[in-house]
């Protein structure tokens, strides 16, 4: 149950698009198509952005988009705005009813 | 309105035991599986257990097996986490989470524990 890896810091400026990476392993990202991403601002819980790799909940831009290659997926945000601004983790389901999260990522919007 | 309600958090010695609960409304809770997730101060998150709908099967974490319980009661709505034998790095704000599917789609906002002497 190691941690999925994710970079500490991002940033971009107003408009611009960034991509958080998150790797794992063969067991984990590479084995399902069950990664799921979470926004969080400071002082609130995690809010439901990406599930199953692609998908986008209900009332979630379509800024925000998933992808996954092999060991690693991705979450990409287009037209960063200055709400954007916030910690992104990664989510992996990693079997017999077991998840593992990222490090978390601080996006910062120049 | 999906909400979840944490309480029971507060401030307990290492070695000393808390029970944690959560309350939900605005689904149906007997249907769906459900997780606690932790964060510990200034750090990331961490998925702490799972129990099935069924309220019979629960799945744990590494770091917590065998010293935490979850358990739920569908006639309440009510999820619980009773954690025994605590220790420093337990100290974490603790969610109550919905699962959807293989993902979380619904958070509390969380109850903190701090584990000090």
């Known amino acids: 149950q190691s941690a999925l890896t994710q970079p500490r810091s991002v940033s971009g400026s107003p408009g611009q698009s960034v991509t958080i990476s998150c790797t794992g392993t063969?067991?984990?990202?590479?084995?399902?198509?069950?990664v799921s991403w979470y926004q969080q601002h400071p002082g609130k819980a995690p809010k439901f952005i990406i599930y199953d790799v692609t998908k986008r909940p209900s009332g979630v831009p379509g800024r925000f988009s998933g992808s996954k290659s092999g060991n690693t997926a991705s979450l990409t945000i287009s037209g960063l705005q200055a709400e954007d601004e916030a910690d992104y983790y990664c989510c992996s389901y990693a079997g017999s009813f077991t998840w593992v999260f990222g490090g978390g990522t601080k996006l910062t919007v120049l | 309105e999906v909400q979840l309600a944490e309480s029971g958090g507060g401030v307990v010695q290492p070695g000393g035991s808390l029970r944690l609960s959560c309350t939900a409304s605005?689904?149906?809770?007997?249907?769906?599986?459900m997780n606690w997730v932790r964060q510990a101060p200034g750090k990331g998150l961490e998925w702490v257990s799972n129990i099935r709908d069924s309220t019979t099967d629960t799945f744990y974490a590494d770091s917590v097996k065998g010293r935490f319980t979850t358990s739920r009661d569908n006639a309440k709505n009510s999820l619980y986490l009773q954690m025994d034998s605590l220790r420093v790095e337990d100290t974490a704000v603790y969610y109550c989470?919905?699962?959807?599917?293989?993902?979380?789609?619904?958070w509390g906002q969380g109850t903190l524990v701090t584990v000090s002497s």
């Open positions: 605005g689904f149906t809770f007997s249907t769906y599986p």
């Open positions: 063969s067991s984990d990202v590479g084995r399902y198509n069950f």
């Open positions: 989470v919905r699962d959807s599917l293989w993902s979380f789609d619904n």
